[in-house]
């Protein structure tokens, strides 16, 4: 029985959607409350701040600092065999809501918490993923 090699991808909900679909035209955009005008990250139905319904996605700036991360060393799936090491990183954006992603263009000895980075987008089969590097202060 062969391996499989290939690596999981997002499966949208429909709550998740409008961010997958802004990733894949290269952009980052958040759900966004009409009431309160805050955001947040995961999508969800309702705002977390005021709990308002009236909720849309809005396109954010890409920038952000690690908050926090972790190196992985193993392999969990077969997919990941040519990456480790790699970063899973905790990215506080400039407008506030964190995200889990990787940290990439960089070796994984040099991330910092409080590293700026920048959103970059990587294709992976027919989804795209959101991840960061580094970039000047
Ligand atoms: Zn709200």
Same mark, same amino acid.
């Given at each position: 029985? *062969?391996? !499989?090699?290939?690596?999981? $991808?997002?499966? =949208?909900?429909? +709550?998740?959607?409008?961010?997958?679909?802004? @990733?894949?035209?290269?952009?980052?955009?958040?759900?966004?409350?009409?009431?309160?005008?805050?955001?947040?990250?995961?999508?969800?139905?309702?705002?977390?701040?005021?709990?308002?319904?009236?909720?849309?996605?809005?396109?954010?700036?890409?920038?952000?600092?690690?908050? *926090?991360? !972790?190196?992985?060393?193993? $392999?969990?799936? =077969?997919?990941? +065999?040519?990456?480790?090491?790699?970063?899973? @990183?905790?990215?506080?954006?400039?407008?506030?809501?964190?995200?889990?992603?990787?940290?990439?263009?960089?070796?994984?000895?040099?991330?910092?918490?409080?590293?700026?980075?920048?959103?970059?987008?990587?294709?992976?089969?027919?989804?795209?993923?959101?991840?960061?590097?580094?970039?000047?202060?």
């Amino acid at each position: 029985m *062969s391996e !499989v090699k290939q690596k999981p $991808v997002p499966r =949208p909900a429909p +709550e998740s959607a409008p961010y997958w679909a802004a @990733a894949r035209e290269r952009r980052l955009s958040l759900p966004k409350c009409e009431d309160c005008e805050g955001n947040w990250f995961p999508p969800s139905r309702t705002c977390p701040h005021c709990l308002s319904a009236r909720v849309t996605f809005a396109d954010v700036s890409g920038r952000g600092k690690v908050y *926090s991360f !972790v190196t992985f060393h193993r $392999v969990y799936h =077969p997919g990941f +065999e040519g990456d480790v090491p790699y970063v899973v @990183a905790l990215i506080e954006l400039e407008e506030g809501p964190r995200l889990l992603s990787n940290v990439i263009g960089v070796a994984p000895e040099d991330v910092r918490c409080e590293m700026p980075v920048e959103v970059v987008f990587e294709d992976v089969g027919e989804a795209t993923i959101p991840k960061f590097r580094p970039r000047a202060a």
